[in-house]
Nanobody
Framework: QVQVVESGGGLVQPGGSLRLSCSASGSVSRLNGMAWHRQAPGKQRELVGMVTYGGRVITADFAKGRFIISGDNAKNTIYLQMSTLKPEDTAVYYC?????????WGQGTQVTVSS
């Protein structure tokens, strides 16, 4: 069993920055990767980006240039550094950990971009 916990969400003004963290614990010795998704009100959940166990980083097109995803395999942790935030970035940000054919999700952390 794998437990996934996100942290770092909150309220930020447009143009501001925020850093999210996500840690996996439990049976994590052979994770394939970890990923960030987000779900805005009334919209489908979408991939923000992911880090594979081998260290490859995949970033969604909308996130390139403003969001940076990084990982620390030793800590089973990934990060999402967001900058130049816009109101349309308001969403619940979810992290997941991929282990074989199983995916484990965190509870999500709310990010609200508003003045």
């Amino acid at each position: 069993q794998v437990q996934v916990v996100e942290s770092g969400g909150g309220l930020v003004q447009p143009g501001g920055s925020l850093r999210l963290s996500c840690s996996a614990s439990g049976s994590v010795s052979r994770l394939n990767g970890m990923a960030w998704h987000r779900q805005a009100p009334g919209k489908q959940r979408e991939l923000v980006g992911m880090v594979t166990y081998g260290g490859r980083v995949i970033t969604a097109d909308f996130a390139k240039g403003r969001f940076i995803i990084s990982g620390d395999n030793a800590k089973n942790t990934i990060y999402l550094q967001m900058s130049t935030l816009k109101p349309e970035d308001t969403a619940v940000y979810y992290c997941n950990a991929i282990l074989g054919t199983s995916t484990y999700w965190g509870q999500g952390t709310q990010v609200t971009v508003s003045s």
